[in-house]
């Protein structure tokens, strides 16, 4: 840690802390929190306005950054605010191991539905039907952006960008489009349904412009997102197996898709 004497830009009590606290209180009821330094640092990578981040560790960080992605580590250096462990504390409902928290702007929800709506789509829009899991949901987009698919939808009441799901998601939210939907506004494409009854996907082939659905963890698809599909099918599961977890579903499913689809990963 450096010497808060010798350091004025990061000293506990100048202006940079103060001006960093006023704007996180100011924003902190509709921006975006990213919590980690991984979270900071895929937000930065893939283009998020990022008003305020802090560290209660300036050094430290910009080290970590060095290390693990050159890439951020300037950008990080012009945003980050070293402030007392007890102001982080009071910016994050639970602390990080690495002290590092942000607030992002969401992306508008025109320029996400914008996106999921273009075609011809290159990778397919992920749906989770009414979800209850919000690390569930945080892992499935981190799978998504790493896939490169289109986007994440959810329907039913959980909100995909809640914090929790944010920091499952470890900031990738900002590499694919992430919204919440009804059934009835799904993007258009053929759905292909996740179902035990459905055919095996191994005999399928999943085109780019798939849309595919999952169930919620507990009740499966909904009547109105089974009605809405062109295509049941299922994953391969041994006998007595009753299922497999969320977000292992969708990483199978989208692994399938990327060697019989066109996938430019």
Same mark, same amino acid.
């Given at each position: 840690?450096?010497? *808060?004497?010798?350091?004025?830009?990061?000293?506990?009590?100048?202006?940079?802390?103060?001006?960093?606290?006023?704007?996180?209180?100011?924003?902190?009821?509709?921006? &975006?929190?990213?919590?980690? $330094?991984?979270?900071?640092?895929?937000?930065?990578?893939?283009?998020?306005?990022?008003?305020?981040?802090?560290?209660?560790? @300036?050094?430290?960080?910009?080290?970590? *950054?060095?290390?693990? !992605?050159?890439?951020?580590?300037?950008?990080?250096?012009?945003?980050? /605010?070293? &402030?007392?462990?007890?102001?982080?504390?009071?910016?994050?409902?639970?602390?990080?191991?690495?002290? &590092?928290?942000?607030?992002?702007?969401?992306?508008?929800?025109?320029?996400?539905?914008?996106?999921? +709506?273009?075609?011809?789509?290159? *990778?397919?829009?992920? /749906?989770?039907?009414?979800?209850?899991?919000?690390?569930?949901?945080?892992? %499935?987009?981190?799978? +998504?952006? #790493?896939?490169?698919?289109?986007?994440?939808?959810?329907?039913?009441?959980?909100?995909?960008?809640?914090?929790? /799901?944010?920091?499952? #998601?470890? #900031?990738?939210? $900002?590499?694919?489009?992430?919204?919440?939907?009804? %059934?009835?506004?799904?993007?258009?494409?053929?759905? $292909?349904?996740?179902?035990?009854?459905?055919?095996?996907? @191994?005999?399928?082939?999943?085109?780019?412009? !798939?849309?595919?659905?999952?169930?919620?963890?507990?009740?499966?698809?909904?009547?109105?997102?089974?009605?809405?599909?062109?295509?049941?099918?299922?994953?391969?599961?041994?006998?007595? /197996? =009753? =299922?497999?977890?969320? *977000?292992?579903? &969708?990483?199978?499913?989208?692994?399938?898709?990327?060697?019989?689809?066109?996938?430019?990963?």
């Amino acid at each position: 840690m450096k010497d *808060a004497a010798t350091d004025p830009v990061t000293a506990p009590g100048t202006a940079p802390e103060a001006e960093s606290a006023a704007e996180w209180r100011r924003l902190a009821g509709t921006a &975006v929190l990213l919590d980690g $330094f991984h979270a900071l640092k895929h937000a930065v990578r893939f283009g998020a306005r990022v008003p305020v981040a802090v560290t209660t560790d @300036r050094r430290a960080t910009l080290d970590l *950054a060095a290390e693990l !992605a050159p890439d951020v580590r300037d950008t990080l250096d012009a945003l980050l /605010v070293e &402030v007392p462990e007890a102001t982080y504390r009071s910016f994050v409902p639970r602390p990080h191991p690495t002290g &590092v928290a942000a607030l992002a702007v969401r992306p508008s929800r025109g320029a996400n539905l914008e996106a999921l +709506a273009r075609t011809p789509r290159t *990778a397919p829009v992920v /749906v989770l039907d009414n979800p209850r899991n919000l690390g569930n949901a945080g892992a %499935v987009i981190r799978l +998504a952006a #790493g896939f490169g698919a289109t986007g994440v939808v959810t329907t039913g009441t959980l909100d995909p960008w809640h914090p929790t /799901v944010v920091r499952a #998601g470890a #900031g990738l939210h $900002f590499a694919t489009a992430v919204e919440r939907l009804t %059934v009835a506004e799904l993007p258009a494409g053929p759905v $292909f349904a996740l179902d035990p009854e459905g055919d095996d996907i @191994r005999g399928l082939k999943l085109p780019d412009d !798939a849309v595919l659905a999952f169930g919620s963890e507990r009740s499966g698809l909904s009547p109105e997102l089974r009605a809405r599909g062109d295509h049941l099918v299922s994953l391969p599961m041994r006998p007595q /197996v =009753s =299922s497999y977890n969320l *977000a292992t579903s &969708v990483a199978m499913t989208l692994y399938h898709w990327s060697v019989t689809g066109n996938a430019a990963l």
